[in-house]
């Protein structure tokens, strides 16, 4: 089975400061990976995702993450911080099952941007 | 891109009543829809898998008979929440994908909240 492991559910960054978001995953299969946004009471908002070709992924709004097999992770980080990009941020993998894909989300991570 | 739109954003119903939430892929087909629960400050539950044209599939401890899916179109899905009590109050959330003109990828619904009273 594909799981992933958001640790932390909330971080703290000052406003211009280095974010690192960690995610770990679980695949027995060359997995899928995904970074999401989520703003209050709205959906989510793909980040970048990680399809087996380049390990370092870049995204939306600055964000960017590196796939690395050894350590089974796949971080979230952006050089520095915007009061905007305060909100919840979800890890997820990808899971096919009999033809169907299903998306395995983390736990979460808030992020909080103090001024 | 691709877009789903979802509606109501919200809704406030009474105990005992039904709420019919849709899901709908704006600018591409949608095959595959997924339905999912989230409750405050929580990671999102995966509720069923929906295939146009086909029964959905729920995940285990989802009640088929209170959370109805209805997939009858390659552009929409709803999920029906019957006979709704306090406890069904959450944030439900679609995502659409796997058709002509999806992308590789599955899009969001921007969610409705539900809340029960």
């Known amino acids: 089975a594909q799981s992933v492991t958001q640790l932390g559910s909330h971080v703290s960054v000052s406003e211009g400061a280095l974010v690192l978001l960690r995610c770990n995953y679980s695949s027995s299969v060359p997995p899928y990976l995904f970074w999401y946004v989520q703003y209050p009471n709205q959906g989510l908002q793909l980040l970048l995702k990680y399809t087996s070709a380049a390990t370092l992924v870049k995204g939306i709004n600055g964000f960017e993450a590196e796939f690395k097999k050894s350590e089974t992770s796949f971080h979230l980080t952006k050089p520095s911080a915007h009061m905007s990009d305060a909100a919840e941020y979800f890890c997820?993998?990808?899971?096919?099952?009999?033809?169907?894909?299903?998306?395995?989300f983390g736990t979460g991570t808030r992020l909080k941007v103090l001024a | 891109g691709a877009v789903v739109s979802q509606h109501p954003s919200w809704v406030i119903c009474k105990s005992g009543t039904s709420v019919k939430i849709e899901c709908r892929s704006l600018d591409f087909q949608a095959t595959t829809m997924f339905w999912y629960r989230q409750f405050p400050k929580q990671s999102l539950m995966l509720m069923a898998t929906?295939?146009?044209?086909?029964?959905?599939?729920?995940e285990q401890g989802v009640e088929k008979d209170k959370f109805l899916i209805n997939h009858a179109s390659l552009t929409l899905s709803t999920l029906t929440v019957t006979s709704a009590h306090p406890e069904d109050s959450s944030f439900y959330i679609c995502s659409a994908g796997g058709g002509q003109g999806a992308g590789d990828g599955y899009t969001f619904g921007s969610g409705t909240r539900l809340t029960v009273v």
């Open positions: 929906s295939n146009e044209g086909s029964k959905a599939t729920y």
């Open positions: 997820a993998v990808r899971s096919a099952t009999s033809g169907t894909y299903k998306y395995i």
